[in-house]
């Protein structure tokens, strides 16, 4: 199944492998991305993936999260981005762009006055934050709207929310990141608002059929934050705010280790968000993309098979190897050679994220080096 079509709302896509969303640190410092951004792209859309979801892009200069963030707050920045997604259309390819905000999990350095729903002391590199004001947060649900209509301007295919992870509508959503007691705290229903708001004045910014999606922390997997039962309530809601998929990943800052996590081996410990997959695809018909440690072809079809989800997301394989939908689909290969060290990531000297675990995977990483 993994090589058949599938839909996100009308965007159609050749097969159910999605580059799920990784930062790939490669903008300059006003957030335009470098010529070696267009090369990843490039490679991966080669590589034969459905659907590429950009690494989270910051809708609002307060929302930078760390050094090498895209951007996607001003109109100045769509000439840019439009040559990202001119690059994967020349390949046959389809991109997404993931808006985010970071909230207070700003690093250190990167924006002047870090706030969040809540005010939040916190320790370096993360500093802490202060609590939003109510035209605060109308703004930045504005700057969400925008940054959708400048992604679809600059000629993305889809727009996906970054609802995950602890960044600024996780943090609403959640009852550690969030202590407001008005409107925009408390009950489910009120912590859920920011991010029904954000829908909705996206969805006012873009046709009614343009592809409109979220990567949703389900749960923040810590005992006082939000519960697997308040996850699946916001999916069964899903559809009805106007999205067309989902991705399942979850978590803070605090507790990312799971959400990222390492050592995963195929046959042994993939597929970690697949109990909650199923718990969405059982609340609500939408289309549900799993990320999180999906790392061989037979877990995969399985996955697909069962109905549990209907796309397979990957991101640290396709940082080692992005031809690896190519090599599966060829039957080059079976599984990712990705050991899933969490690597990935710049190093002081680097610029841009790479494989750095080359020697154990046989330096199957790219060849332009990023
Ligand atoms: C280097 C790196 C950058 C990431 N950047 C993002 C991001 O920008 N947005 C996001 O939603 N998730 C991000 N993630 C999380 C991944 O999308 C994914 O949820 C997680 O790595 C689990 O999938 P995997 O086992 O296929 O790597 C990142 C992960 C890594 C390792």
């Known amino acids: 199944m993994l090589f058949t079509p599938e839909k996100i709302g009308s965007l159609e896509l050749p097969n159910r492998l999605v580059r799920s969303a990784t930062a790939e640190c490669l903008a300059d410092a006003a957030g335009r991305p470098m010529p070696r951004l267009k090369q990843m792209y490039q490679e991966l859309a080669r590589g034969g993936v459905g659907l590429i979801i950009t690494g989270h892009m ?64 916190s320790t370096p590199p993360r500093l802490g934050a202060r609590e939003m004001t109510i035209d605060e947060i109308e703004m930045m649900i504005d700057a969400y709207a925008q940054a959708a209509r400048r992604a679809k301007q600059a000629g993305f295919d889809a727009v996906q929310i970054h609802a995950a992870h602890g960044y600024l509508v996780s943090q609403f959503l959640s009852p550690i990141a969030n202590q407001r007691s008005d409107e925009w705290g408390g009950s489910l229903e009120n912590r859920s608002r920011f991010m029904r708001r954000i829908i909705a004045a996206v969805r006012e910014q873009v046709e009614p059929d343009f592809p409109v999606f979220a990567k949703l922390g389900i749960r923040d997997e810590s005992e006082k934050g939000l519960s697997l039962q308040e996850g699946v309530e916001i999916i069964r809601q899903l559809p009805d705010m106007g999205l067309d998929a989902v991705e399942i990943s979850g978590g803070l800052a605090e507790t990312s280790a799971f959400n990222i996590a390492g050592d995963i081996k195929p046959g042994e410990n993939e597929a970690i968000f697949r109990s909650w997959a199923q718990a969405a695809r059982e609340a609500a018909d939408l289309p549900v993309v799993l990320v999180g440690g999906m790392r061989s072809l037979a877990t995969m079809e399985d996955v697909l098979q069962s109905g549990d989800a209907q796309l397979i997301s990957m991101c640290r394989p396709l940082i080692c190897e992005p031809d690896l939908p190519d090599r599966l689909s060829s039957g080059a290969s079976e599984a990712s050679a990705c050991v899933s060290k969490n690597r990935c990531w710049p190093r002081k000297e680097d610029i841009g994220i790479s494989c750095k675990c080359s020697g154990v995977v046989g330096k199957r990483h790219s060849a332009s080096g990023v």
Do not use: C
């Not at 307060?62 to 994967?88: E, Q």
């Not at 390819?93 to 002047?112: F, K, N």
């Open 58 to 121: 910051y809708v609002h200069p307060s929302g930078k999260a760390h050094p090498g963030m895209t951007g996607v707050f001003s109109d100045d920045l769509i000439p840019g981005l439009a040559t990202l997604a001119d690059t994967v259309h020349a390949e046959g390819g389809a991109i997404a762009a993931q808006i985010s905000h970071a909230g207070r999990q700003s690093r250190g350095g990167m924006v002047d006055d870090p706030m969040g729903p809540s005010a939040y002391a």
